[in-house]
T-cell receptor, first 117, second 113 residues
Framework: GAVVSQHPSRVICKSGTSVKIECRSL??????MFWYRQFPKQSLMLMATSNEGSKATYEQGVEKDKFLINHASLTLSTLTVTSAHPEDSSFYIC?????????????FGPGTRLTVL | QQQVKQSPQSLIVQKGGISIINCAYENTAFDYFPWYQQFPGKGPALLIA?????SEKKEGRFTISFNKSAKQFSLHIMDSQPGDSATYFCAASITGNTGKLIFGQGTTLQVKP
């Protein structure tokens, strides 16, 4: 159990376009989802926290107008990178936290490799 | 105070040996300490987690040792195998809070055959 999927697994786009990444909890309801960014050989950097039905909370330094997060249901959150530029190229990973006894446990998706040309 | 410091940055161990990765924290409000394993190009996978009410937790070849007074915890991988070669992250969070995990810097483990 506790499977989180992400789609797409990799995407290549031209500079100036927008890209949407989906994160789904497949076998549990995720009250909270998190979006991370990871550069090569570095740790995970939390970008934002989203709770179902409410606005996302962004970490300091993360542009909320550039990285749009929507958590429309208990199993789906989306990250849209608007007007992507080469510096947005990175590995984006979501995680989900469920309700109930194991609320501290975050389960991670497989990640999405974004390359902006 | 929100940092979690992880060491070493990289580690090379012979097959069958013990791999030890250490983490230290400052915030005494942290009460949940998971370890994640990440292979290249994949998302992190939860390995094992511990809470401060126990000093040790073992799951198969993986053991977490926790020292509350020293504010340190460590991951021990017994009988290390080449398949254990990956990057390991420790983390900490506060129960009932936002759920945010504070991650360590990561340790790249290479197990030589």
């Amino acid at each position: 159990g506790a499977v989180v999927s992400q789609h797409p697994s990799r995407v290549i786009c031209k500079s100036g376009t927008s890209v949407k990444i989906e994160c789904r909890s497949l076998d549990f309801q995720a009250t909270t989802m998190f979006w991370y960014r990871q550069f090569p050989k570095q740790s995970l950097m939390l970008m934002a926290t989203s709770n179902e039905g409410s606005k996302a909370t962004y970490e300091q330094g993360v542009e909320k107008d550039k990285f749009l997060i929507n958590h429309a249901s208990l199993t789906l959150s989306t990250l849209t990178v608007t007007s992507a530029h080469p510096e947005d190229s990175s590995f984006y990973i979501c995680s989900a936290r469920g309700a109930g006894a194991a609320t501290d446990t975050q389960y991670f998706g497989p990640g999405t490799r974004l390359t902006v040309l | 105070q929100q940092q979690v410091k992880q060491s070493p940055q990289s580690l090379i161990v012979q097959k069958g040996g013990i791999s030890i990765i250490n983490c230290a924290y400052e915030n005494t409000a942290f009460d949940y300490f998971p370890w994640y394993q990440q292979f290249p190009g994949k998302g992190p996978a939860l390995l094992i987690a511990i809470r401060p009410d126990v000093s040790e937790k073992k799951e198969g070849r993986f053991t977490i040792s926790f020292n509350k007074s020293a504010k340190q915890f460590s991951l021990h991988i017994m009988d290390s195998q080449p398949g254990d070669s990956a990057t390991y992250f420790c983390a900490a969070s506060i129960t009932g809070n936002t759920g945010k995990l504070i991650f360590g810097q990561g340790t790249t483990l290479q197990v030589k055959p």
